[in-house]
């Protein structure tokens, strides 16, 4: 167990007897005990599907270090075979953890640059495909059910280019579609998934392990931070810094400060992508949820209103630390978790999930459900069907009007992914806040339905959508489908623009030129 100080917490004085309440709560009604052995009822009555079964995250660190070998002994024949590039293919649970990896660890030698590819964009699909070498590129399909569309969709466009099935591998719980088809293309490899994990807990199996050890990093350095964590987190009573992160947010949550705002330092600036689909899907349902915010500017107080918990992944920051430190004085609830190396990663995932465990605890939830995602699938799959008819836009002034905390706004793009796309989202998510004191999100789509989407749908009735879309330059076939990706994103965005109205939900659309330019009209 790592001897650092893993979590500092500053509740301010009004929340402090709440949270020790719940703790104590906690205690009396053996949480942790109850976790460890799981028992479903924790969270759900006897019997509900999706609670005792989606537990195998817990121990999967343990079960993986055994596996050390075999990733090894596959990371070794990539090299051997002069192989340069490897590209995941996936949604969700089976794309962040290897994005975070990715962006955490950067380009290691003599590892494989990674790259992952979550968007249904056309422009999106068409440069990852162009910038690698295919003959010397392993592509990794990877989905725990085998049957998502996107990656089926990326499979398709890649297998089209790639025909030669030694340069796929594919990471699906066994038994799965995904699997056959690795078997009818001759993939290389199939790393079986464990079916009691859902994939937002997948991070530390093989859907993170298998792109990190194609990347080179040392997962074996991982897996040990993480069983650190997990021996932390056995802990009944005081030191189990899960359980006390967990019992802080969810309870945090029920007294109003349910926007967790995430604040993560370098090497690990990218972990508020996975945080977010981790925190968005498993409490965002039963109108209740602690809505994840990522990537957001850091502001002074002011800006801010009373519903924010700031959660900052220190690795050394200095002006992040000032900026949590003016905060915490002006009364707002700050939570120090310390990093110390980029092994660590392994520890954070742990606590997190451990504290959304406990969190759904806290609020009366399933944590490992995901009721909604499944309403904006179907709409995508009735449109791409039936066409979408008439969607009417809306206004800009219907999101504005009355805003303010507790509402959040929502902004969504259907976009490939840019650093100037992502500067001018900044832009504009700063004059929101400072004009309208709310918090506010940001997702690409459809990489967003499989996270905030959840609670955006499931969560208290408080957002605002704003949904941005492009008209793609250039289109691409998806292959043995008779539509095409431009098609299939526009699907996504009008059936999700649907759903969210379905829901009384107040949503509309821009077709983006210029994003600055919203901004002018807030
Ligand atoms: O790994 P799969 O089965 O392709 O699913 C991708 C994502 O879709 C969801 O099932 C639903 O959005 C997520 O929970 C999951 O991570």
């Keep these: 167990m790592s001897d650092v100080t893993t979590i500092e917490a500053d509740v301010p004085e009004r929340y402090a007897e709440a949270v020790s309440i719940r703790l104590r709560r906690a205690l009396e009604e053996d949480v942790v005990g109850r976790i460890w052995r799981k028992d479903g009822t924790l969270w759900a009555p006897e019997g509900t599907p999706e609670v005792t079964n989606r537990l195998g995250w817990l121990d999967i660190a343990d079960r993986e270090r055994e596996q050390l070998d075999t990733y090894k002994a596959f990371a070794d024949g990539l090299r051997a075979e002069g192989y ?83 340069h796929f591998a594919a990471v699906t719980d066994p038994g799965s579609g995904l699997e056959a088809l690795a078997g009818e293309h001759g993939f290389r490899q199939v790393f079986h998934g464990d079916p009691d994990i859902g994939g937002r807990y997948s991070a530390l199996s093989p859907f993170g392990l298998v792109p990190a050890v194609a990347a080179g990093i040392d997962i074996g350095a991982v897996l040990d931070s993480a069983i650190g964590a997990a021996e932390e987190c056995r802990v009944e009573g005081g030191g189990n810094a899960g359980l006390w992160l967990g019992c802080a947010l969810g309870e945090l949550a029920r007294q109003g400060r349910n926007k967790l705002t995430f604040v993560a330092d370098a090497p690990f600036t990218s972990y508020g992508i996975w945080a977010e689909q981790l925190f968005a899907e498993s409490t965002g349902k039963l109108g209740t949820g602690i809505l994840p915010i990522a990537d957001e500017p850091l502001l002074a107080p002011e800006a801010y209103g009373e519903d924010r918990v700031f959660v900052h992944i220190a690795a050394g920051d200095a002006d992040n630390a000032a900026k949590l430190a003016a905060l915490k004085d002006a009364g707002n609830p700050v939570i120090t978790i310390h990093a110390v190396g980029l092994a660590d990663l392994g520890r954070i995932f742990y606590l997190s999930e451990f504290a959304v465990a406990v969190a759904g605890w806290a609020l009366e939830i399933n944590p490992f459900d995901q009721p909604n995602v499944q309403e904006a699938k179907d709409n995508t799959n009735r449109v791409l069907k039936d066409g979408s008819g008439e969607i009417d836009n809306g206004a800009l002034r219907e999101l504005t009007g009355g805003l303010e905390p507790p509402a959040y706004f929502a902004i969504m793009g259907y976009l490939p992914y840019s650093a100037e796309t992502e500067a001018a989202i900044a832009r504009l998510r700063e004059a929101l806040i400072e004009r309208y004191h709310v918090a506010t999100t940001w997702g690409y789509g459809p990489r967003f339905l499989h996270s905030t989407g959840q609670f955006h749908k499931g969560g208290p009735k408080t957002g605002r959508f704003l949904q941005l879309i492009d008209e793609p330059a250039e289109d691409l076939e998806i292959p043995g489908e008779p539509y095409t990706f431009a098609t299939l994103i526009r699907a996504q965005a009008d059936g999700d623009l649907q759903t969210l109205r379905n829901h009384g939900l107040p949503a509309v659309r821009i077709s983006v030129g210029d994003i600055d330019a919203i901004k002018e009209q807030l």
């Design 84 to 166: 340069r590039d490897a590209v995941v293919l996936g949604m969700g649970g089976s794309s962040l953890a290897p994005e975070v990896f990715r962006q955490s660890f950067g380009k290691l030698d003599p590892g494989l640059t990674l790259h992952v590819l979550d968007s249904t964009h056309p422009h999106q699909v068409r440069e990852v495909l162009n910038s690698i070498d295919l003959d010397r590129a392993l592509m990794i399909v990877s989905s725990k059910s085998g049957g998502t569309i996107e990656p089926m969709s990326m499979f398709k466009a890649f297998s089209a280019r790639q025909g030669d099935g030694s």
